[in-house]
């Protein structure tokens, strides 16, 4: 299915990222945690190839490219999608007219409770110069906002023992500059693609702590600052090799992360009871090479095969001290200085086979080794070998409609940074890090139906189930005496679901439409502690999203509602639960000339504030618990005002 540049034209987009934001029956995906390329990439194409990029955002390559240069949009579905490296059943491609220059930018302010409007920003150019395609942009984002709280503390009989109000005013920061080129080099296409990005985040907690009765007991002062920087660096060429078309890819990433919290608790009086301070650094890398042959067997079949090899990298390092009396004394974690090196190999096979004009069959079969090295606070090596097919069938149907069958078998992502670990100053607790932190592994199922019941109707149904082995959740980790909670792997487990997008105009109103994409999913594994039956932690069962929007002349207006159920925390002594506030976004539109559109937008948390509640068990979620904490935040509203154009 595709739709041409002028099916757009009454939203009057200004990039390409604005006309797949209107795409019916698509929602961009920018990508799982999965191992490697594959999975990591999101759902959209350009001109027929995959973005050669992980650190930049398929809204950030979106965005770059100037919706006079859209010619069309492709939804491109079963069969079509074979040999893909995500692995995704439906993608989105846009195709680009040839072009000579032309930019794109947008820039304004957001206003929130401190008193202060924040400037945002970025702009893109994109342009030729003879048989070489180029883009550039570059963008920044800043917010000051407050977010304050009350805790209140309860006994186990629910009796109120003292409460703590928190002041948690924050700015952030973050600078961006990418860009890309393709040309024909060697008998072939080479792209490439660059970023550099950096952020900073900065807060004044300030924590009141009272009795039941009101009284000031003492309070926390916890000034905290973090910092990220990252360089990418990606090539993707392709030529033809007789019958076979070779496609590599080489992708290059490093990034920096550093925090820096002190934590000092003041008594009633105003004096000095102790201080609590701790520096991170985290340097980490990643460098994946992939290579690709394919060609066609006749009309009705295509493979694909190649390799893929990459080194994931992770130096941590943590200093923490703790002051009594004015003496300062060094605080050591276990597993918090660190060197971790992951050498991973790939190989991958893909068949596809029109069998006729309605049915369409795809098998992948694809195999993995990888060795983790642990250096430092943990010395030990581990050997990781996985096997990863996956069948897909496909029926077409009427003019436009497609259901799909799928089962495969799924690789979760390692975050190096559950090997590490690092005391939360906030949540007064050890985060550990677990070096026998394995991937979490599933056979997954899937039925699926693109529907068209009409013009511009859009109807997409995904009926999931997910067998889990290794459920990734948290355990106790250290010695007998001094355990703390860390990630790692509970069993077997379970997740199942329905995922839903529509997308339909309102006839009885003109340029109006709506939009819906929800997920309800349940989880289940059995507690390794309690052996009682419960969800994985930090499981979101539900989450919805639903807009309205009507485009006329020269103004556009409309609506975003956005909600999601509460997450649960299972640890040895604590369950934490939170639950982010709804939010209503309304904005206002108006085109001022055909370079010109100006954009207003306020954000409502509809007067819900974000929970957070912690429950405190003695020895462990075996007792009946000893404790409470229930947190509410009221993040309030905050207002953006943009004038985006074209140059």
Same mark, same amino acid.
């Given at each position: 299915?595709?739709?041409?540049?002028?099916?757009?034209?009454?939203?009057?987009?200004?990039?390409?990222?604005?006309?797949?934001?209107?795409?019916?029956?698509?929602?961009?995906?920018?990508?799982?945690?999965?191992?490697?390329?594959?999975?990591?990439?999101?759902?959209?194409?350009?001109?027929?190839?995959?973005?050669?990029?992980?650190?930049?955002?398929?809204?950030?390559?979106?965005?770059?490219?100037?919706?006079?240069?859209?010619?069309?949009?492709?939804?491109?579905?079963?069969?079509?999608?074979?040999?893909?490296?995500?692995?995704?059943?439906?993608?989105?491609?846009?195709?680009?007219?040839?072009?000579?220059?032309?930019?794109?930018?947008? @820039?304004?302010?957001?206003?929130?409770?401190?008193?202060?409007?924040?400037?945002?920003?970025?702009?893109?150019?994109?342009?030729?110069?003879?048989?070489?395609?180029?883009?550039?942009?570059?963008?920044?984002?800043?917010?000051?906002?407050?977010?304050?709280?009350? #805790?209140?503390?309860?006994?186990? !009989?629910?009796?109120?023992?003292?409460?703590?109000?928190?002041?948690?005013?924050?700015?952030?920061?973050?600078?961006?500059?990418?860009?890309? /080129? /393709?040309?024909?080099?060697?008998?072939?296409?080479?792209?490439?693609?660059?970023?550099?990005?950096?952020?900073?985040?900065?807060?004044? /907690?300030?924590?009141?702590?009272?009795?039941?009765?009101?009284?000031?007991?003492?309070?926390?002062?916890?000034?905290y600052t973090e910092s990220r920087r990252s360089a990418e660096f990606g090539g993707h060429f392709d030529r033809a090799v007789g019958d076979w078309n070779l496609a590599s890819v080489l992708l290059l990433t490093r990034r920096r992360f550093a925090s820096d919290v002190t934590s000092t608790h003041e008594n009633p009086a105003?004096?000095?009871?102790?201080?609590?301070?701790?520096?991170?650094?985290?340097?980490?890398?990643?460098?994946?090479?992939?290579?690709?042959?394919?060609?066609?067997?006749?009309?009705?079949?295509?493979?694909?095969?190649?390799?893929?090899?990459?080194?994931?990298?992770?130096?941590?390092?943590?200093?923490?001290?703790?002051?009594?009396?004015?003496?300062?004394?060094?605080?050591?974690?276990?597993?918090?200085?660190?060197?971790?090196?992951?050498?991973?190999?790939?190989?991958?096979?893909?068949?596809?086979?029109?069998?006729?004009?309605?049915?369409?069959?795809?098998?992948?079969?694809?195999?993995?080794?990888? #060795?983790?090295?642990?250096?430092?606070?943990?010395?030990?090596?581990?050997?990781?070998?996985?096997?990863?097919?996956?069948?897909?069938?496909?029926?077409?149907?009427?003019?436009?409609?497609?259901?799909?069958?799928?089962?495969?078998?799924?690789?979760?992502?390692?975050?190096?940074?559950?090997?590490?670990?690092?005391?939360?100053?906030?949540?007064?607790?050890?985060?550990?890090?677990?070096?026998?932190?394995?991937?979490?592994?599933?056979?997954?199922?899937?039925? !699926?139906?693109?529907?068209?019941?009409?013009?511009?109707?859009?109807?997409?149904?995904?009926?999931?189930?997910?067998?889990?082995?290794?459920?990734?959740?948290?355990?106790?980790?250290?010695?007998?005496?001094?355990?703390?909670?860390?990630?790692?792997?509970?069993?077997?487990?379970?997740?199942?679901?329905?995922?839903?997008?529509?997308?339909?105009?309102?006839?009885?109103?003109?340029?109006?439409?709506?939009?819906?994409?929800?997920?309800?999913?349940?989880?289940?594994?059995?507690?390794?502690?309690?052996?009682?039956?419960?969800?994985?932690?930090?499981f979101q069962g539900w989450q919805i999203a639903a807009g309205f929007r009507q485009d006329l002349s020269r103004i556009a207006w409309g609506l975003n509602y956005k909600q999601a159920s509460g997450i649960t925390s299972y640890l040895l002594k604590e369950v934490d639960y939170s639950r982010a506030s709804p939010s209503l976004?309304?904005?206002?539109?108006?085109?001022?000339?055909?370079?010109?559109?100006?954009?207003?937008?306020?954000?409502?948390?509809?007067?819900?504030?974000?929970?957070?509640?912690?429950?405190?068990?003695?020895?462990?979620?075996?007792?009946?618990?000893?404790?409470?904490?229930?947190? #509410?935040?009221?993040?309030?509203?905050?207002?953006?005002?943009? @004038?985006?154009?074209?140059?």
């Amino acid at each position: 299915m595709s739709y041409d540049a002028d099916w757009y034209r009454s939203f009057a987009p200004r990039t390409a990222l604005d006309m797949v934001r209107q795409t019916p029956g698509f929602t961009l995906d920018e990508g799982e945690a999965r191992r490697g390329l594959s999975g990591a990439v999101g759902n959209v194409l350009v001109d027929g190839r995959r973005p050669s990029a992980k650190e930049q955002t398929l809204e950030e390559i979106l965005q770059r490219i100037p919706a006079a240069q859209v010619q069309s949009i492709q939804i491109l579905r079963g069969a079509q999608t074979a040999g893909d490296a995500s692995g995704q059943s439906v993608l989105l491609n846009v195709v680009r007219t040839p072009f000579t220059g032309q930019g794109v930018g947008s @820039v304004g302010f957001e206003y929130a409770q401190q008193d202060r409007a924040m400037p945002n920003g970025w702009m893109a150019w994109s342009g030729r110069v003879h048989a070489m395609d180029y883009a550039v942009g570059a963008s920044t984002y800043s917010l000051r906002r407050e977010l304050p709280g009350t #805790r209140r503390l309860e006994d186990a !009989a629910g009796d109120s023992i003292g409460t703590r109000r928190d002041s948690s005013p924050r700015d952030f920061g973050e600078y961006t500059v990418n860009g890309e /080129s /393709s040309f024909e080099s060697g008998a072939g296409h080479l792209r490439l693609t660059g970023q550099a990005h950096y952020e900073r985040y900065h807060e004044d /907690s300030l924590i009141e702590n009272y009795d039941a009765g009101g009284a000031l007991t003492g309070s926390d002062f916890n000034p905290y600052t973090e910092s990220r920087r990252s360089a990418e660096f990606g090539g993707h060429f392709d030529r033809a090799v007789g019958d076979w078309n070779l496609a590599s890819v080489l992708l290059l990433t490093r990034r920096r992360f550093a925090s820096d919290v002190t934590s000092t608790h003041e008594n009633p009086a105003g004096g000095v009871d102790f201080a609590y301070a701790q520096q991170l650094q985290q340097d980490s890398g990643e460098s994946i090479l992939r290579g690709a042959l394919s060609r066609d067997l006749g009309k009705d079949q295509r493979v694909e095969l190649g390799l893929e090899a990459a080194l994931n990298t992770l130096d941590a390092a943590q200093a923490a001290t703790v002051e009594y009396g004015g003496v300062v004394y060094p605080y050591a974690l276990d597993n918090a200085n660190v060197l971790i090196e992951e050498q991973r190999a790939e190989a991958f096979f893909n068949h596809t086979w029109r069998i006729d004009e309605r049915w369409s069959f795809d098998w992948r079969l694809a195999g993995e080794f990888s #060795r983790l090295d642990f250096s430092g606070d943990s010395n030990q090596r581990v050997e990781l070998a996985y096997a990863k097919p996956s069948v897909q069938l496909t029926r077409s149907f009427g003019k436009s409609n497609q259901v799909r069958a799928r089962v495969f078998r799924d690789v979760g992502q390692l975050d190096f940074t559950d090997f590490v670990s690092s005391l939360s100053v906030s949540d007064e607790r050890v985060d550990g890090g677990n070096p026998d932190l394995r991937p979490q592994t599933s056979w997954d199922a899937e039925l !699926a139906a693109d529907l068209r019941p009409g013009a511009d109707v859009a109807l997409t149904l995904v009926l999931f189930h997910r067998w889990l082995s290794d459920t990734a959740d948290l355990v106790p980790v250290g010695p007998p005496d001094g355990l703390v909670d860390a990630p790692g792997n509970i069993g077997d487990g379970r997740v199942y679901g329905i995922h839903v997008t529509a997308r339909a105009p309102l006839k009885f109103l003109r340029g109006a439409s709506l939009t819906f994409d929800g997920t309800r999913q349940e989880s289940r594994v059995d507690d390794p502690l309690t052996g009682e039956t419960r969800d994985i932690s930090e499981f979101q069962g539900w989450q919805i999203a639903a807009g309205f929007r009507q485009d006329l002349s020269r103004i556009a207006w409309g609506l975003n509602y956005k909600q999601a159920s509460g997450i649960t925390s299972y640890l040895l002594k604590e369950v934490d639960y939170s639950r982010a506030s709804p939010s209503l976004d309304t904005f206002f539109e108006l085109s001022m000339g055909r370079s010109l559109r100006l954009r207003l937008a306020a954000v409502s948390l509809l007067g819900q504030p974000e929970l957070r509640d912690r429950l405190f068990y003695e020895p462990d979620r075996r007792a009946v618990p000893s404790h409470a904490e229930l947190g #509410r935040r009221d993040p309030g509203t905050w207002y953006q005002l943009m @004038v985006s154009g074209s140059f």
